[in-house]
């Protein structure tokens, strides 16, 4: 039961950046890609702790916050 707890939170949290992320996209919301970001941090870490290409999820919260960076400063001017 334990683990399926575990598999729903990230789940959860990944569907919920992802949602987040296209509405930023979708808004340009800045505010929407620092949760996005804040979403991904837990399950890009679990995920990049497995063998293989999962290093490349680490670059995903990075690259939603640049975002919600560039998104910033393009609206304050």
């Not at 930023?24 to 941090?41: E, M, R």
């Not at 490349?56 to 690259?63: I, K, N, Y």
């Amino acid at each position: 039961m334990g683990l399926f707890l575990v598999a729903v939170l990230l789940w959860g949290l990944m569907i919920t950046g992802l949602f987040l992320a296209t509405w930023g996209l979708w808004k340009t919301s800045w505010k929407a890609f620092v949760w996005s970001g804040a979403a991904f941090i837990l399950p890009s870490i679990i995920l990049a702790t497995q063998k293989g290409l999962y290093n490349l999820f680490l670059l995903l919260p990075f690259l939603v916050l640049g975002a919600a960076y560039i998104t910033y400063k393009r609206k304050k001017g």
